[in-house]
């Protein structure tokens, strides 16, 4: 109400109380009526647009008095009542006789434009006459709770305009629609105010909006797009459709920032969807040459984005787009395994440096791949979790194949080794080392490949650089959890520990000049817990390597009385002088192959029995060792009968006319092949891992289901292995012979933990 109108108000109130003052004249009810239909005939005259002069601020101060002071007249003349029903019937009349004809009469557009201008003059005499009649509202309506004026005069629209024309508005609407969907120039401001009526109609709710248009114009539009979808689908490519798909989606979102209730917005996407997306899904992701598949193959990356951004938007949408691109990664992965392993087949004739190379191959184009398709899910998926997933587990399929007899994570992890060692082949800067080392993490999951490797690099020093041993092994922890690498952090912990006791013991050694043994020794002291597993066998030493023995364990007990020192033989190397007749070479061997040169110090000829018997080991190391000096490329000892390989009846003698180009040469022994053991070491590692999982979820939850500990066993240790179901049934069985669990007597899938 503007400051005008509330003046107007004040001074009808101040006249009035003038007027009772004077004790006013009665009015009564047919008198005063006509006074106030003169009024209200002036009004509908203007909103027709007849001549007709403005109200004048007089004229409206006398419609006002005149109500006030009907209303407050002593009874039987206060005709409040009569006046509110007069009120309404005010608007019936006019609408009956003047409104409804004008509408009947138009059809489609200009019915709607109409219908736009009676509702706005219908708001405009409600605003209006409310304000004449503004004393009933004020108290006579309050007093009886009565529908107010306004709401009664927008009711009368209701009942007798809307309700008759609502099926014909509704129609001409959606016809519109359709029409703009054809692409026809539609007046969209039009359609704004026609809608605008359904929703003001309602009074504040949204009923007559939803029930009386918008739930026709959804399924109008779900016919709409489903005959489009029926066609496209037909002629179109996967591209196209989507391209279609979008478009649409994009043209409905401005359909109702333009003239539809945004409320019509998540309802009216929904329907689009459904039909467009849904409902074909399957169909259009299977495009024979269009469909994801291809766009994959073909690398169309922006295609790929698209379909994201559309199938996202219906329920379970890229359940099966993550499928195929699981489907679709593990078929590229398994095409490397077979390239890799013709390419192996084809070698196997040549050098074993050679295959390596081609397995070293093998493993960049695998971490080529997972760059490239990480990158499809960081850009064209973005980052979604279900496509993380599913790169995931394609890898893990293929990744378990073998390649070459490898498993692909012994090849991981003799590529990393490769990369982290001294003299390896790949020759990177820092900074390339950091990067090639967190690509190749994806999919390490052999603890005992990667705990071999390292060990190797660490007691032979061959690793290159401490600071990318640490690297990786936070890039592992941070992947796999540190009880993945708590042992490789003990490892590389008690190599500093070493070095400190090497210090300790060549100091010493310095202050015993006495104990002194003649002979450089150096200890690596190894806590057993931490590092894998080696053969121990009572080597029967040399006595120049019995005393240096003996010397580290007496300076060892000064440090501690509680450890037991248990000595690898198998790890240690030796450098000894061989005194040749043609020149003196130093040679570098193993422990064992020390052991048995320096046995012909004593003796010139000694039998295979002889030496197996005074070194106290097995066939097998006895074997590889006189392999290595007597029939492989460094002949130190002669052997009888000069075949190339070793039996129990042959006899060996110290080759004195030896000699080489090198003065200084290293004697390997015969590699083994430990793939065995490192299967069974992995297997080993996992049954702990299982038990202590297992240990861990009983002792917190004390009674347990058998098939709620397995499935809170498979996602504890997700990160480091996929358990195997029938493992963990063992691993329990286990654990409960053990006492750590035992059966309900009751129920037998249910257990319960023993403190």
Not at 119 to 134: D, E, G, Q
Not at 352 to 377: C, P, T, W
Request: neutral net charge; aromatic residues 10%.
């Amino acid at each position: 109400m503007s400051k005008i109108e509330k003046f107007w108000l004040h001074g009808c109130e101040l006249e009035s109380g003038r007027m009772a003052m004077n004790e006013r004249k009665t009015i009564d009810l047919e008198q005063g009526w006509e006074f106030m239909q003169k009024g209200i005939t002036k009004l509908k005259n203007i909103l027709e647009g007849l001549p007709e002069p403005q109200f004048s601020s007089e004229d409206y101060m006398m419609l006002y008095t005149t109500i006030y002071n009907m209303c407050t007249q002593k009874p039987p003349h206060d005709y409040s009542q009569q006046l509110y029903d007069k009120y309404r019937e005010s608007f019936e009349e006019y609408i009956t006789s003047t409104v409804l004809p004008s509408l009947r009469e138009k059809h489609d557009e200009f019915m709607l434009r109409e219908l736009v201008k009676r509702w706005t003059n219908h708001k405009i005499m409600v605003r209006w006459l409310s304000r004449f009649f503004h004393y009933l509202d004020r108290y006579f309506i309050a007093r009886r709770s009565l529908p107010p004026l306004n709401e009664v005069g927008l009711a009368c629209f209701r009942d007798l305009v809307y309700q008759e024309l609502k099926p014909k508005v509704r129609s001409a609407v959606i016809s519109l629609i359709d029409q703009e969907r054809e692409g026809e120039q539609i007046d969209r401001a039009l359609l704004k105010n026609v809608l605008d009526i359904f929703v003001e109609i309602g009074m504040g709710q949204m009923d007559h909006y939803e029930n009386d248009f918008e739930a026709d114009m959804l399924k109008d539009t779900a016919a709409y797009y489903s005959r489009k979808a029926s066609n496209w689908i037909l002629e179109d490519s996967c591209p196209d459709y989507m391209l279609k798909a979008e478009e649409c989606l994009k043209r409905e979102k401005d359909r109702v920032s333009n003239y539809l209730h945004s409320s019509s917005e998540p309802k009216l996407l929904e329907k689009v969807q459904h039909e467009l997306l849904s409902v074909y899904a399957t169909q259009l992701l299977e495009k024979e040459h269009s469909g994801c598949h291809a766009l994959l193959r073909d690398d169309k990356v922006d295609d790929l984005s698209r379909m994201f951004r559309l199938f996202s938007k219906i329920p379970r949408g890229l359940d099966p787009v993550s499928q195929i691109f699981k489907q679709h990664v593990t078929a590229e992965g398994t095409a490397l395994v077979k390239q890799a392993e013709d390419a192996a087949s084809n070698k196997k004739a040549e050098k074993k440096d050679v295959v390596g190379l081609q397995e070293q191959v093998f493993v960049r184009k695998v971490i080529e791949l997972h760059d490239k398709y990480i990158a499809y899910v960081n850009e064209c998926f973005q980052n979604h979790t279900l496509f993380h997933k599913a790169l995931k587990e394609a890898f893990e399929i293929f990744c378990n194949k073998g390649v070459a007899g490898s498993s692909s994570a012994e090849l991981l992890a003799t590529f990393c080794d490769n990369i982290l060692k001294k003299g390896g082949s790949e020759k990177l800067s820092d900074e390339a080392i950091e990067e090639t080392l967190e690509k190749a993490k994806f999919s390490n999951k052999g603890p005992s490949n990667c705990r071999k490797k390292l060990a190797r690099r660490l007691l032979f020093d061959k690793s290159a650089n401490d600071d990318h041993e640490r690297c990786i092994l936070t890039k592992l922890k941070q992947q796999c959890g540190g009880q993945f690498t708590s042992k490789m952090d003990g490892m590389v912990t008690d190599l500093t520990l070493a070095k400190d006791n090497q210090v300790g013991f060549e100091e010493y050694l310095r202050n015993n000049p006495q104990a002194n043994p003649g002979i450089d020794l150096t200890v690596t002291v190894l806590t057993t817990g931490f590092w894998p597993s080696y053969k121990t066998f009572d080597l029967n030493l040399p006595p120049e390597m019995v005393k240096c023995v003996e010397l580290f364990r007496e300076f060892y007990q000064t440090k501690t009385k509680h450890r037991k020192l248990t000595w690898m033989y198998s790890l240690g190397t030796c450098n000894i002088i061989g005194k040749f007749d043609p020149k003196t070479i130093e040679l570098i061997v193993t422990t064992y192959q020390a052991s048995a040169l320096l046995l012909f110090n004593t003796s010139d000829r000694l039998s295979y029995s002889e030496i197996m018997t005074q070194l106290n080991l097995t066939d097998d190391d006895v074997v590889r060792l006189l392999h290595s000096l007597s029939c492989a490329k460094y002949k130190i000892l002669n052997k009888e009968p000069n075949t190339k390989t070793i039996s129990p009846t042959d006899y060996f003698e110290f080759n004195d006319k030896f000699t080489d180009k090198m003065r200084r040469i290293k004697i390997p022994l015969p590699p083994v092949d430990e793939k065995k053991k490192v299967i069974e070491d992995v297997d080993k590692d996992r049954r702990y891992a299982i038990d202590a999982s297992i240990v861990r979820i009983m002792k917190s939850r004390k009674v347990l289901g058998h098939q709620q500990l397995v499935m809170e066993c498979v996602e504890q240790l997700g990160r480091m292995f996929k358990p195997d179901f029938k493992a963990i049934k063992k691993r329990i069985e286990d654990l409960i012979t053990r006492d750590y669990l035992e059966r309900d007597k009751d129920n037998p899938n249910l257990f319960r933990y023993l403190a």
